[in-house]
């Protein structure tokens, strides 16, 4: 690939029945707290507030390791998960050999921030995604 210094990259395609949208992939994302927020403000019930809400989003969350059992040291915020639920949670296993540099970009780019955990109600930045 001539826009990769000559080097090729693996690219999956959906070559089986239901093409492509047979591999879809599932991300698990809260929100941002403002929505939340809003909810609450605009139904004029509390009970919708992000603070409010969260006993309820980590009942039925149960945190789970990835599938390749790598320390996830530094890469979620475990004080914004449950770990009882019946909803199971967990990081990508077998990370890509460049999601390193991803994550040291956000210490050289400021307008790209390193963000520990999209769970935790501030969604902007760079980081692992559930």
Known sequence: M???GGRSMTYPQGHILGGT????????TRGSSDDYD??????DDDGWSWDNIQK???KNERWT?????HNTTGEFDPSVHGFHGINAVSLPGFVYSFDHRVIQATSELPEFPFNLDMNSGNQIGIGSLF
């Open 2 to 4: 001539p826009g990769l």
């Open 21 to 28: 949208s047979s591999m879809n992939g599932l991300a698990y």
């Open 38 to 43: 809003r909810y609450a403000e605009l139904t």
């Open 56 to 58: 309820y989003l980590r």
């Open 65 to 69: 390791q990835p599938a390749d059992h």
